[in-house]
């Protein structure tokens, strides 16, 4: 069964470095490309960036270009969602979603990570 | 970057009543290109169809796609309570993913 699981909810204070991750199993996590969406609250999903785990090619969206860093570690099978310096903006749920192979769609989504910043 | 405007913001309608929900993109968008998203409450998106009609695994009969160039559309047939939800469009093009808005499908 496939599934990805992410890391739990954070709540960390402006300013703050964070490091989320998402982790695969029940399928080849090298063979397919892992994205980050986020949702603020009350709106809707955008897309922040890729990444393919098997040769770490990486691809943003210019409008989260420079705000956030997309990583993964094939060894454990995990991809990383992280910020230097957090910002009360950043406040939403947070998927990663595998693209579905050979297609453009993003077919298993892990459970979400709510990351709250607050002073 | 290709824009997704959905329409209308909201429906409301009646369990065993017919959704017809739109997508439409600023430039034309290639039907490989095109997803449908359902998202409720608590939990995760979940796929319903890629390129632009396919409908992912156990997607349910009802739901349906439709559309080409700028011009996309979701169906669901006859609405089932557990359907009540916002539903999303997306599409890819040029390295870039975008979504739109989103409809929200509410009980009247």
């Known amino acids: 069964e496939v599934q990805l699981v992410q890391s739990g909810a954070e709540v960390k204070k402006p300013g703050e470095s964070l490091k989320i991750s998402c982790k695969g199993s029940?399928?080849?996590?090298?063979?397919?490309?892992i994205a980050w969406v986020r949702q603020m609250p009350g709106k809707g999903l955008e897309w922040m960036g890729i990444?393919?785990?098997?040769?770490?090619?990486?691809k943003y969206s210019p409008s989260f270009q420079g705000q956030v860093t997309v990583s993964a570690d094939k060894s454990i099978s995990t991809a990383y969602l992280q910020w230097s310096s957090l910002k009360a903006s950043d406040t939403a749920m947070y998927y990663c979603?595998?693209?579905?192979?050979?297609?453009?769609?993003?077919?298993?989504w892990g459970q979400g990570t709510l990351v709250t910043v607050s002073s | 970057e290709i824009v997704l405007t959905q329409s209308p913001g909201t429906l409301s309608l009646s369990p065993g009543e017919r959704a017809t929900l739109s997508c439409r993109a600023s430039q034309s968008v290639s039907s490989t290109f095109l997803a449908w998203y359902q998202l409720k409450p608590g939990q995760p998106p979940r796929l319903l169809i890629y390129g632009a009609s396919n409908k992912a695994i156990g997607i349910p009969d009802r739901f349906s796609g439709s559309g080409s160039g700028t011009d996309f559309t979701l169906t669901i047939s006859r609405l089932e309570p557990e359907d009540f939800a916002v539903y999303y469009c997306q599409q890819y093009r040029s390295s870039l993913w975008t979504f739109g808005q989103g409809t929200k499908v509410e009980i009247k």
């Open positions: 990444i393919h785990p098997g040769d770490s090619a990486i």
């Open positions: 979603a595998r693209r579905l192979g050979g297609h453009w769609a993003f077919d298993y």
């Open positions: 029940g399928y080849s996590f090298t063979d397919y490309w």
